[in-house]
């Protein structure tokens, strides 16, 4: 026998046993080197010996005590900087700090399964699917309404790659909310993002839930965000009702749970409308409420040393606001859309609230509900001059932008004489303008009321406010 006969056979010998390798290694795990915690500040763990991404799930675990979750949020040098979504009640120092490693994803179509090709499922992953709807969950997704597990979801990454601005669809089409004072005056556009600033005690809860309830969206999801544990349920069951609650989400964080969960719930909720929005629905995202989301993200970043700036934001605050909200909004290539409502709150009713100042810098349009309004019992109390919806004129013809031009400026004129009618020093005929406005004012102000349990269809506010100003 010639010398290499079998060297065909020798080959395939070889490369069989390379493929064996390469099976192996694949399935083989990294080393994870487990830190110890060395320092608790406050809000802040401190940790040593362990190097992980900022944004990784950690695990502290303590002898005799449950693992302790935490989410690593900066580093200094060799030290993790790490915030707990639980209590850290029992911890002690030398206690371990394990990183827990990424959950896998299903893989998209078109790409495969590489984890590490797919740099949004390294972190967080939560629940997603048809099975959240008409369920209350809280941030880490797990069912607050006592209805049992969740079924037909999957976990999928809460990272997600921003939508190139070129690719989305531009608001063209209007959404009937049902509220005819929006309707008529600040007529929203599907896929727009609009903050309702107020402070506190105006109703802006009974107006999240009139447009939960009268909104034509396909699914509706309510991020309720740092507010008080017991309007949770009340919102719920009094406000939401069944009628709106069969096709929501609820995600909530109450105002006792740790700031790394109230962002992660705002980012949760987010999540869910984005991941409805990308099988082709429209999705109306309700946030209660966006400044206690800027809140917590005060509360994390000075507990981790940023230097305060205006009113005490630092500026990471305002970094992370527009990534947030700009998450909303049209789909690529009409394939859905988020239409966004956040809550403002502005401190003791002040409109330059840094927070206020830069979410109108940042949303499309905003509603601003009074307490002077709430006060002399006009629900829903919107203060329709210092609010603007800034794409209703591509959303509607000529005809109903007039209309609402109109009223505006009547309403204006009025609120500028309004002195001049309560002293009596008002007389007739040497103001036309005012003349009308003073005689239309009535039937205006009875068009921008409206109860809570009524539904006020596009086209009927349209017709309405055409045949007040045309009077």
């Known amino acids: 026998m010639t010398p290499g006969a079998h060297t065909p056979d020798r080959a395939q010998r070889w490369g069989r046993f390379l493929a064996d390798l390469r099976d192996y290694a694949s399935m083989a795990q990294p080393l994870e080197a487990w830190g110890t915690l060395v320092r608790v500040t406050g809000l802040v763990m401190e940790a040593a010996g362990v190097r992980v991404p900022v944004g990784s799930m950690c695990e502290v675990r303590a002898a005799g005590q449950a693992p302790v979750p935490a989410e690593v949020v900066g580093f200094n040098g060799d030290r993790a900087f790490l915030m707990a979504t639980g209590e850290l009640h029992g911890l002690t120092s030398g206690a371990d700090v394990v990183p827990l490693p990424a959950p896998q994803a299903a893989p998209r179509l078109g790409e495969d399964n590489h984890p590490w090709r797919r740099s949004e499922d390294r972190g967080l992953h939560l629940p997603m699917g048809a099975g959240l709807l008409g369920r209350v969950v809280d941030a880490h997704g797990r069912p607050l309404d006592r209805l049992g597990p969740l079924a037909q979801v999957r976990n999928a990454p809460m990272v997600r790659r921003a939508i190139n601005a070129m690719d989305r669809d531009p608001i063209r089409e209007p959404l ?3 509220v005819r004072a929006i309707n008529a005056l600040l007529t929203v556009g599907r896929g727009q993002r609009l903050g309702l600033f107020a402070g506190t005690g105006v109703g802006k809860s009974v107006l999240l839930g009139m447009m939960a309830r009268y909104t034509a969206a396909d699914v509706i999801v309510v991020g309720l965000i740092g507010e008080r544990g017991r309007e949770v349920k009340e919102f719920i069951e009094d406000i939401l009702e069944d009628e709106g609650r069969a ?24 999540a869910i409308a984005e991941h409805f929005r990308d099988r082709g629905a429209h999705v109306l995202l309700l946030m209660d409420s966006l400044t206690r989301y800027a809140m917590a993200q005060r509360e994390i970043a000075l507990a981790i040393g940023e230097p305060p700036a205006t009113k005490g934001y630092p500026p990471s605050v305002f970094a992370k606001l527009p990534a947030l909200v700009e998450r909303s909004g049209n789909g690529l290539n009409g394939v859905g859309s988020i239409t966004a409502f956040y809550t403002v709150l502005t401190e003791g009713d002040d409109p330059q609230d840094p927070i206020a100042d830069a979410a109108r810098g940042i949303l499309d349009g905003h509603v601003v509900l009074t307490r002077e309004l709430a006060e002399a019992g006009h629900f829903p109390a919107i203060d329709v001059e210092r609010s603007v919806s800034r794409v209703m004129g591509n959303v509607v013809g000529r005809a109903p932008l007039a209309a609402a031009r109109r009223a505006r400026a009547l309403l204006a004129r009025h609120h500028k004489a309004r002195d001049l009618i309560q002293l009596g020093a008002y007389q007739p005929g040497h103001d036309a303008e005012l003349d009308t406005a003073v005689r239309l004012h009535a039937p205006l102000m009875a068009l921008l009321q409206q109860d809570m349990h009524e539904r006020a269809g596009l086209d009927a506010c349209f017709a309405q406010l055409a045949a007040i100003v045309d009077a």
């Open 247 to 270: 096709r929501s989400v609820v995600v909530a964080a109450p105002a006792d749970s740790p700031p790394l969960l109230r962002m992660q719930g705002a980012a949760y909720a987010t």
């Open 176 to 178: 009937d909310t049902g």
